[in-house]
């Protein structure tokens, strides 16, 4: 069995998201009581958020970004840079909170204490561009975290793994000219969803070009599209990348059961492909790997989803 | 949608009595593919291609620096005597509809944009069109496309802008298609939004039925083995 960590907390939920909306509290709830009735909790290392430093977040963010976001909550708005990103009050504090807990995972993770972790935080984060809000997430977690991995000097080449049904289009425009974080993401093709990039043409530029990999998934499709595709895009990225840390932006919503997208993997395919990011954790990193949420909106489902997941990386 | 909004205001161009070798560099340095010849009033005259200098030129010369190779007797040839003289050309006022019809009716890369006194005024080339049309399908602005089946009455095309529109979602645009079935429209609007579940189940429950993905604007889908 493996030392995992998870992070969740209460704190999390206080980021509303108004009525209408599929980005709520309630995501968390289900992903922590699956896990819970699972009887997975004693086998795991419960982390709690923290405020993230403002400089890691400046890592990633414009300072003016930060700053903007920061006015708009405190002057209540209800909506940042786009209507999809409704906020309340306690947005910025929760949105630090989530990448500090990030951190704090990837720390544990990184010296050892931990082998692996999973992250249930909330609001997500791979929308987030440098310097814009996009698709419910204001701050880039996973990117965040990739550039604290590297500053803290625990690797060099870091390799993100997304597998939310939609592009994670800032992630991959934060690294797309950086040839030290390799970003590989699967996804319902962007003719067919959000956000309409991560075309498979979509590789990376000047010394980044290569370091960037898009797989395009067709509508109706699922396990078996996705477990060829994970094999023959991003293992021989991979074998060629040689990652020494590595991050998974884990969205759910490719399940055939969430309504965000026309992807149909079922539960156990979202487990053959955490299977398949087990083992390139295992050839490359020394089995380290943290797993951070992105996406993910059936209530019904994100239990079995969750508690798959952890199971997976507790290896029980 | 005037092609003078979408046009290449800045462009190179050749006098018809310069050297072909010159109007050969000029399209290697800047690497574009047409040339438009214009008088010394910027009357055009003519243009030149790429594909032009090709059949001029011998293979020793074509894509070769002038001055590396022996030019011979090419080094007197003008522009005047391997131009296309008159070519088509579009006026700035006339609109992307025009110039997208138009190029498919001439096989063209590219329309000279001259004004009622035949005074260059830029370039309007496929890659510009290209552009437009993006620019008109609104793709490069993060959003979601749905397609709706819609029957050819009055009134239904209110009926899903209201109900977007309720929801507070952005148009990025709305493409109307044929359907195969008689009687039918297909409707894709681009939402500019991550958010549609809701809107999906609110245009089911007016009696619209969403297309499946995998419908959208074929026919038949393709058979992958
Ligand atoms: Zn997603």
Known sequence: MNRTGL?????????????????????????????????????????????????????????????????????????????????????????????????????????GELDNAFCAVRPPGHHAERSKAMGFCYFNNVAIAARFIQQKGWAERVAIVDIDVHHGNGTQHIFEQDASVFYYSIHQHPSFAFPGTGRDFEIGYEVGQGYTKNTTVLPGMGDDVYGQA??????????????????????????????????????????????????IAARWCG?????????????????ELARDHVSILLDV | MFVQKS????????????RVLEAHDLLQ????????????????????????????LPGGLYGKTPASVDTGPYADLTVREIMTPKPVTISPTNTIEDALLLIQRIQVGAFPVVDEAGRLQGILSVRDLLRAF???????????????LVEEK??????????????????????????????????????LTNNVSRVKKKLTALGFRLLDPMEWYMDRIPKVD
């Open chain 2, 29 to 56: 340095r800047h690497h574009i593919r047409h040339l438009p010849v214009v008088d010394s009033d910027n009357i055009l005259v003519g243009i030149i291609t790429d594909r032009d200098l090709r059949s001029a």
């Open chain 1, 7 to 111: 992070l969740y907390d209460e704190r999390y939920l206080r980021h509303q998201t108004g009525p209408y909306h599929p980005e709520v509290p309630q995501r968390l709830t289900a992903i922590y009581f699956g896990i819970q009735k699972a009887g997975l909790l004693p086998k795991l290392t419960l982390l709690s958020a923290r405020r993230a430093e403002r400089h890691w977040v400046e890592m990633v963010h414009e300072r003016t970004y930060i700053e903007r976001l920061e006015a708009a909550c405190r002057s209540g708005a209800v909506a940042f840079d786009s209507p999809d990103n409704q906020m309340c009050a306690e947005t910025f504090e929760t949105a630090l909170l989530a990448v500090g807990g990030v951190l704090e995972a990837v720390e544990r993770v990184m010296s």
């Open chain 1, 230 to 279: 994970m094999e023959r895009d991003l293992l021989p990225a991979m074998e060629l990348f040689r990652p020494e840390a590595l991050l998974v932006s884990t969205g759910f919503d490719a399940h055939v059961d969430d309504e965000m997208s026309d992807i149909s993997l079922t539960s156990d395919g979202y487990a053959h492909v955490m299977r398949q990011i087990m083992g």
């Open chain 2, 134 to 148: 993006i620019a008109v399908l609104g793709i490069e602005e993060p959003g979601t496309l749905l397609g709706i």
């Open chain 2, 7 to 18: 046009m290449t205001r800045k462009v190179i161009t050749v006098g018809p009595d310069s």
């Open chain 1, 287 to 303: 089995g380290k790997v943290v797993s951070v949420l992105e996406g993910g909106y059936n209530i019904e489902r994100l239990p």
């Open chain 2, 154 to 191: 009055l009134g239904q095309m209110k009926k899903i802008v209201d109900a977007i529109t309720e929801e507070n979602i952005s148009f990025g645009s709305i493409l109307v298609a044929r359907h195969w079935e008689p009687n039918m429209r297909a409707v894709f609007p681009y939402l």
